[in-house]
């Protein structure tokens, strides 16, 4: 949750996208606006008038004498402790209003699409289990900034957006990283928009950057011609455009029933085979979607009769705490589901049973009995990921 809303206080530009970074350093001193001595933080915490939180304070995020960091602390937590993280709830808020009164370090104002995705991922799978609906907010509207303004006058996605203008075409990891935010996004809120948007970039990262062979290039035909055309093959501080691609193809695979996204993931697999199998810890990703590959995914729908929506909370509860790494999911009332089943293949024919809200669980289309009752939904999902 602080991570989500330190991203909503701080990086978050006015119409709801995301800016790229914050520099480092400020007042000529890296990581300043960032770190604390310890004689700081017992000033400011001990005019709360309690010693011993200043002491659990100390012990918490492990603050020494010579510090972590050129003798300041950069705060961290060894042991995780929820209690006493929350009983520094006060003590947090203190420190964090001290620190505003420091002199901020730069920020990098560029919007760039791949690291708005990114973001939209993070928000909207957050949303999800925390069931905080700030932060599925907050993941459509930087969607939302990102499909209007990222835009080239032919409707192509470009690489970044800064001073009112969009720039630059788009590359792999741009493409790659939205989609699979919106993919996300779409699991989170079941707004049928978002899958369509996922499903069309999708298509038109195939056009601009696969090869017919296997694998993605990270350039495309939109950019200048180069002798030879990379294909990213390493997963770093963040993945490659091509791992993400491969698990794209394979969940809108999943979603669509359309088995060409298959072949499309298996194709990519091929070309990254050596890798895979000499240095698996170099496509740590692509290792996600082999796995998923492997293991059927589950397809899962809960409908509702129009109307009845928080009579489906206990059934889509359930999905929220439920860790289902191979799956899809999509929800909503009888009349939306009719609609997205002329995309979402696993959808077509299922109908609210009794008039109650209903869940169905399915592998390559053979179906559990569809369930009315979340315990029952709950049982069917462990039977099923065990």
């Known amino acids: 949750r602080e991570t989500c809303d330190y991203m909503l206080r701080e990086m978050r530009d006015g119409e709801g996208a995301f800016y790229s970074a914050t520099d480092a350093d400020s007042e000529g001193d890296e990581g300043r606006f960032f770190v604390w001595t310890g004689d700081e933080i017992r000033r400011e915490l001990d005019a709360l008038g309690n010693h011993e939180t200043t002491r659990l304070f100390l012990e918490h995020y492990d603050v020494r004498a010579n ?3 050129e003798g300041r602390t950069v705060l961290n937590v060894p042991r995780p402790d929820e209690a006493r993280w929350a009983a520094l709830a006060e003590a947090r808020a203190r420190l964090h209003e001290v620190r505003k009164r420091r002199v901020a370090p730069l920020r990098d104002d560029k919007i760039l699409a791949a690291w708005n995705g990114l973001t939209i991922s993070g928000l909207a799978v957050a949303g999800r289990i925390l069931d905080e609906p700030r932060y599925l907010a907050a993941a459509a509207q930087a969607a939302d900034f990102v499909l209007t303004h990222l835009r080239n006058a032919d409707g192509e996605l470009q690489r970044s957006f800064k001073d009112g203008q969009a720039r630059h075409a788009a590359f792999l990891d741009d493409h790659a990283f939205l989609t699979a935010g919106l993919i996300d996004l779409y699991e989170a809120s079941f707004d049928p928009r978002w899958l369509a948007e996922a499903l069309s970039l999708a298509e038109t990262g195939e056009r601009l950057f696969a090869d017919p062979a296997g694998g993605w290039y990270m350039s495309s035909t939109r950019h200048e011609t180069l002798i030879a055309r990379e294909k990213p093959a390493y997963d770093g501080a963040e993945p490659s455009g091509t791992s993400v691609a491969l698990m794209n193809a394979l969940r809108l695979g999943v979603f669509t029933g359309d088995d ?6 298996e194709r990519g697999l091929r070309a990254h085979a050596e890798t895979l199998r000499e240095r698996p810890i170099a496509m740590t990703e692509a290792l996600l979607a082999l796995d998923f590959l492997a293991d059927t995914p589950l397809e899962i729908a809960v409908v509702w009769p129009d109307g009845a929506e928080d009579a489906a909370a206990p059934l889509l509860s359930v999905l929220r705490r439920s860790y289902l790494p191979s799956r899809a999911i999509a929800a909503g009332p009888e009349s939306a589901m009719e609609t997205l089943g002329r995309t979402v293949s696993f959808v077509r024919g299922k109908v609210s049973q009794a008039g109650r809200p209903t869940a169905y669980v399915c592998r390559r289309g ?20 065990c």
């Open 260 to 265: 060409r996204w298959r072949q499309l993931a």
């Open 67 to 69: 510090g972590n960091w």
């Open 366 to 385: 053979r179906c559990d009995l569809p369930v009315t009752d979340a315990a029952a939904f709950e049982a069917q999902l462990r039977r099923e990921t």
